[in-house]
């Protein structure tokens, strides 16, 4: 059974730092793996979505890495700003339709 | 496009209850979700559906229905409310086209709670 854990469950960052956060999976036979932010209150938005032949993935300040063989994704923020608060999930799919969600890590960037 | 709609946003139900959360897309996708999220959990999906009158169960089905008349909506119907369904419930889409690459697109989120 697929397991996803999202390290650290909270991180506070002074804004401008650059931060990384960090997804681990148990079964290394995935389609895909995306990882979303969701604001307070609001539903889910699509960050990047990494197919299982790519190794990473970037949009703006974002960048997001993916070690198949290991079970490992990254998700690297840069020059991190308030408006990053939120928290962020990271989800996998194998062969179904079924998305595995992580917990998710709760982002704070303090001005 | 509105994209991925919800309604309500907030309901309470007594136990024994029987409701229906709406959700609509109007982005012509043929695959829709539904997951529940319950607090400091991650997702779950309950049924999902790829095209009018094609549904199947997800990881957690017990308790719910759901059924596809057309491309745009996809109810999902709660007979007899229970407090173990008190959760966020997320509907979601995603576009026609390659299997399994495409993201999918989530609608705001209904809060229930069940007393």
């Known amino acids: 059974k697929q397991e996803v854990t999202q390290i650290p469950a909270a991180l506070s960052v002074p804004e401008g730092e650059n931060l990384v956060l960090n997804c681990s999976f148990t079964?290394?036979?995935?389609?895909?793996l995306q990882w979303f932010r969701q604001d307070p209150g609001k539903g889910l938005t699509s960050l990047l979505l990494i197919q299982s032949s790519q190794r990473e993935q970037t949009s703006g300040r974002l960048n997001a890495s993916l070690d198949k063989s290991s079970g490992r994704s990254t998700l690297y923020i840069a020059a991190s700003q308030p408006g990053d608060s939120a928290t962020y999930l990271c989800?996998?799919?194998?062969?179904?339709?079924?998305?595995?969600f992580g917990k998710g890590t709760k982002l704070t960037v303090n001005p | 496009n509105a994209g991925v709609t919800q309604t309500p946003k907030f309901r309470i139900l007594k136990i024994g209850q029987s409701m229906t959360l709406q959700c609509t897309q109007d982005?012509?996708?043929?695959?829709m979700y539904w997951y529940r999220q319950d607090p400091g959990m991650g997702l779950k999906l309950i049924y999902y559906?790829?095209?009018?009158?094609?549904?199947d169960k997800g990881e957690v089905p017990n308790g719910y229905n759901v059924s596809r008349s057309t491309t745009e909506d996809f109810p999902l119907r709660l007979e007899l409310a229970a407090p173990s369904q008190t959760s966020v419930y997320f509907c979601?889409?995603?576009?026609?086209?390659?299997?399994?690459?495409?993201?999918?697109?989530f609608g705001p989120g209904t809060r229930l709670t069940v007393l």
């Open positions: 559906s790829v095209g009018a009158g094609i549904t």
């Open positions: 989800a996998v799919q194998g062969g179904s339709e079924k998305l595995v």
């Open positions: 982005m012509n996708h043929n695959y």
């Open positions: 979601a889409s995603r576009p026609p086209g390659r299997y399994p690459y495409n993201e999918q697109f």
């Open positions: 079964d290394s036979a995935i389609y895909n």
